[in-house]
């Protein structure tokens, strides 16, 4: 995220240095969206998807997940019948398996970080002349952060352009 930050605000001091486009026209872009829309993010996303060891770590987080709930629905079921001695075993099962879940579903999720950010890094250095040369094109004065927006209609977005022209410098 702080990459993206910094992007834009690079975009924005291009912008304002540029005195041509003062009459220039106020647009919104989503950087992050722009950015999971490209090709490129979809492709690694994909290979993730594909991936032997992610695969087997998201069927083990579902796995998981269904340990939990059969547990929760037997003892909802047959709790009133248990002894203490049970009740402690079912609560140490739920614990482990609620432990191994945590841990499974952190590693799910840096090696989900770990793309997106490798994706940003792969972008990063393409996205500034791409966002110059539209700000040129289409006569832009400013660019606001989509998501720091209250309304603007899809007229005012370039989100949509700045990918399609990242999809074409690949």
Known sequence: MNLVKRILLATALMTASVGALAEGKVVTLDMQRAMMASDLAKNTVESLQKNAEFTALRAKVESLVADLKALQETAEKDSMTWSEEKMAEHRKKVEYLRADYELAQKKMQ??????????????????????????KDE??????NAQSVFHADADHDITAKLVERLNSAE
């Open 110 to 135: 840096a090696e989900q970080q770990q793309v997106l950010q490798r994706v940003q890094q792969q972008l990063s250095p393409k996205i500034p002349p791409i966002l110059e040369q539209l700000i």
């Open 139 to 144: 006569k832009i004065g400013m660019i606001i």
